[in-house]
């Protein structure tokens, strides 16, 4: 990961060291009257203005992941024998049945409290108001009939979930043993199956690994620059084909701290990194891309209407910078200006100062 605006401010002042001896000999006197040969090779160029961004570029990987990027797993609370598991790969909604214990299915349902109880009528808590919601999105019940109190398991949630086993093809028995159902935040696309078909289920193991269905960019930055980005930067996504894609910096995850062994010496180094989290405006436009390697352009500063010059024009001068302009008459002057936001692509900058739009500078032939 590099700042390419840091890079360009150290273009500018290399420039400015090979420029600046040249015109560092002109007098206060001269400068004042200005003078029509500097006695160096130069051309000209025209402040302009116009819209200008800064970006930052970094290699990513285009992969399935959810939020913050772990993966969900998918806790067992049945027992018996696995008699059908999914294959990695496979997307389950709300109501679907994940895999079979001894023939009985075990559901996907929607929320953030695992499994940890049997419900019955008569319960209260968060996992009841999960179920209500649940039993309220698939059709079997009516949010009126629960409008009032969610998190209670009332005779309606009991009738609902009757109706939800009756459609299973299971005992109607209007209450959810622990191993019936597993709740996770989403729609999930499994990745990983720990279980083999044949073997004995263990509440409380880990069958599986799955991912919200959707992609996302995960970039890792150096975290001496995450005051660079922030949630919203848009970004430009360039694919493994060469095709390139807009994306949204959706989260950033904690910093995390790496290390490496230098084989030579014996020692070791670390760094920490921030990971970045992207959403593409259109998933269509990688549908069949996962774990695909990819570059990234994140726009972390734009401005409208700005005074743009070649960055080769700053003049390193003690205190800031300046820009040397060409009056209509070829008279040359130093005018002190102040940097605002580099264009890394377009190797230009944003200048604020006694200047405007139109007037000729002189950058050097180098």
Do not use: C
């Not at 025209?46 to 961004?53: A, D, N, R």
């Not at 008459?329 to 100062?353: C, E, M, N």
């Amino acid at each position: 990961m590099k700042r390419k605006a840091r890079l360009l401010v150290g273009a500018a002042v290399l420039v400015a060291v090979i420029v600046v001896g040249a015109v560092a000999v002109m007098s206060s006197a001269k400068q004042a009257a200005g003078v029509s040969d500097n006695g160096y090779l130069t051309s000209t160029a025209t402040i302009g203005e116009g819209s200008l961004s800064s970006q930052i570029s970094a290699d990513g990987t285009l992969q399935y992941t959810t939020p913050g990027g772990s993966s969900y797993s998918v806790i067992d609370q049945a027992a018996g024998t696995f008699s059908r598991l999914p294959r990695a790969g496979e997307v389950f909604s709300r109501g679907e049945v994940l895999y079979r214990v001894s023939n009985d299915p075990v559901i996907l349902l929607y929320g953030n409290t695992p499994v940890y109880r049997s419900l019955s009528e008569g319960d209260r808590g968060p996992d009841v108001r999960e179920l209500n919601e649940n039993l309220v999105a698939l059709g079997y019940a009516t949010s009126s009939e629960v409008e009032g109190d969610w998190s209670y398991f009332s005779a309606e949630t009991k009738a609902a979930l009757e109706r939800l086993q009756h459609h299973l093809g299971e005992e109607e028995t209007g209450s959810l043993t622990e191993g019936q159902a597993v709740f996770l935040p989403g729609q999930v696309r499994i990745g990983t199956v720990n279980a083999t078909l044949g073997t004995s289920a263990r509440p409380g193991a880990a069958v599986m690994q799955a991912t919200s269905n959707s992609q996302q960019v995960v970039v890792n930055l150096d975290a001496s620059e995450q005051s660079e980005v922030k949630v919203g930067d848009d970004v430009q996504v360039t694919l493994p084909d060469g095709q390139t894609t807009p994306g949204v910096l959706s989260s950033t995850g904690t910093v995390l701290a790496s290390s490496s062994a230098n084989s030579s010496s014996g020692s070791g180094s670390s760094s920490t990194t921030l990971p970045l989290y992207i959403t593409l405006e259109h998933p269509r436009a990688a549908a069949e891309l996962d774990q695909a390697p990819v570059t990234v352009e994140i726009t972390t500063a734009a401005v409208r209407h700005a005074l743009i010059v070649p960055i080769d024009a700053l003049l390193a001068l003690s205190g800031g910078y300046a820009v040397e302009t060409v009056g209509a008459d070829g008279v040359h002057k130093l005018v002190a200006v102040s940097l605002g936001t580099f264009d890394d692509a377009a190797g230009t900058v944003q200048i604020t100062g006694d200047v405007r739009a139109g007037e000729r500078i002189v950058v050097p032939d180098i």
